[in-house]
Each structure stands twice: as C-alpha cells, then as structure tokens.
C-alpha cells in the first residue's frame, strides 16, 4: 500500500526504501559544482530523534528523479537538521542542484558503520582529507572540536587540487585560528601568486607531525589515488593498523546490501560494512583501493 503525502508517493510506513521527507532550508554554494544543503525533516519528532555517527550516510532522493548515497558532513551535536555535501555529477545530483530553498525531498538512513568515536575518545585524531573527502571528514572534525575535551590532539591535513578547489575554505580560515586545533592544508598546483601556502602532495606533510602514533586515530578520506601512498606513511611511522581508518565513498546504490552494487572482496559491501573499514581489511582485500 502506498500513502499519498503532498502528492508524493512514498513506500508503505516500515519498509526498507521507506524515505523521510525533508526540507532544504538552506542552500550554500561552495564551489561551482558543489553545494552544501541544510534539511530538516518535516517529521517534527524525527528532527528530534534523529541520531547518526560521523562517517555515517544516507540515502537522498530528488522525486521524479532518483536517489544517490551520501555521506554526512554535519556533527551529530547539531540537533533538528542534518548537512550534505553534493558535487553535480550525474541527472540527479544535476536536479537536487536546481532545487530552491523550502523544496521538499526524501531522506532515509542513516546507513553505514561511521567512525568508531567512542574507541577514539581519549586519543590523537589525525584527519587526512583530499578533494571532496573533506565532506564525510567534515563531520568527524566538528563532533570532535564540539567535544574537544574528549581528545587530544587533533591534526587537520587537506590537500586540494588548487586554491580555488579548498572545500569549506572559509570554514577552514576561521578554524585555523584555534589553539587547539593544527591545520594543514596544500594544493597540488598554484597559478596565483596570491597562494601563500603548501604546494605539493599532502603526505609531505607526514615528516612534519609531532605524534604518538600508538595513541592516534589516523582517518583517511579522498580520492582513491591517494590512499596507497597515505597508508603506506602511515605504516613507515608504525601506526597501528587498527587505528588506521578509510571511510570509501564508492559504488554505493541501495544502501542496505540488497543491490550489490557496493560488493568488494567475497562477502563485504561498501554500504553495510563500510563505509569505515580499517587498514587489515585493507591489507586482505587488496581491491578496496
């Protein structure tokens, strides 16, 4: 049986591909092709009840277009609405770029295992970020600065494309100011001489850091070319393997393990298994990354 709301079909209550209806209350551009979306569900006891881990995604559909995975970039510790990070590229990302502030769409989830922050409390985080892998890390970093008492030190480490690429740049300018909190950013290339910082890969910055590698949670988010060279630094300064942490944003497509689109390895699935996975599932199935 399908219920009718605003004349919108939406799956009978308690199914699996149930969505929630949700509201974009506000719309942020952050780069030509990338927007930041605050929603609110229209569910006044949901927007209370709502409760994810960082590292943790849902499902976001455009009605009358399709759905596409995404990962959380708001903290938990913001209550009533919920962040997401879109970069326009395919029909239904292209349509949710289109909507207007007060449209209306569909969310379910939360889906994922997201980062482990209750065995992280207590430790070093060590945030390393590339491209639009500072999205799903956004979310770590503000649940972390928020509740900055539970951590040590916490390291920021992005590298972009070029200047003009720096996802949530003004954020990032603010944030650098704080005491407690060291950032490093570079970009790969630089064509302004207005470019005052790093030019070069973000693993140069590896010898720089001053860390208790055993005492360190090292997250790793960005584009998969990325990923061998970090975990190898990683691994030459004798962190942990279970400390070493790869959220994949990948292949995802229903959400829940039922599609199998996400499959890696023999038995994993990005969706449900993941999209967090450490640095031994790494090692034993090498074609993650």
Partial sequence: MEVVKNNIFLPEKGSLYQPFLGRIIEIKSLLGDTKLFKIKFEDEKLNS????????FVELSVIGTGEIPVSISSSPTLSGVI??????????????????????????GPYGN??????????NLLLVAG??????????????LDCRKDFKDVILMYGARNPEQILFKDEINKLSSRKDLKILLTVDKAESEAWKGNVGV????????????????????GPHIMFKFVIQKLLERNF????ILISLERRMKCGVGKCGHCNIGEYKYVCIDGPVFNCWDVLDIPEMI
């Fill in 83 to 108: 962040e997401l990070c879109v970069r326009k590229v395919g029909r239904t990302t292209e349509a949710l770029h289109r909507l207007k502030e007060n449209s209306l769409i569909g969310i379910r």
């Fill in 49 to 56: 009840s709502f409760t994810y881990n960082p590292g943790q």
């Fill in 114 to 123: 997201g980062f482990p922050v209750k065995e992280m409390k207590g430790s």
């Fill in 240 to 243: 942990p393997k279970e400390k």
């Fill in 202 to 221: 973000v693993t140069s910055f590896f010898d720089s850091i001053d860390l208790d590698e055993k005492e360190t949670f090292a997250v790793i988010c």
């Fill in 131 to 144: 491209g639009l892998g500072m999205a799903p890390l956004r979310s770590l970093l503000k649940y972390a």
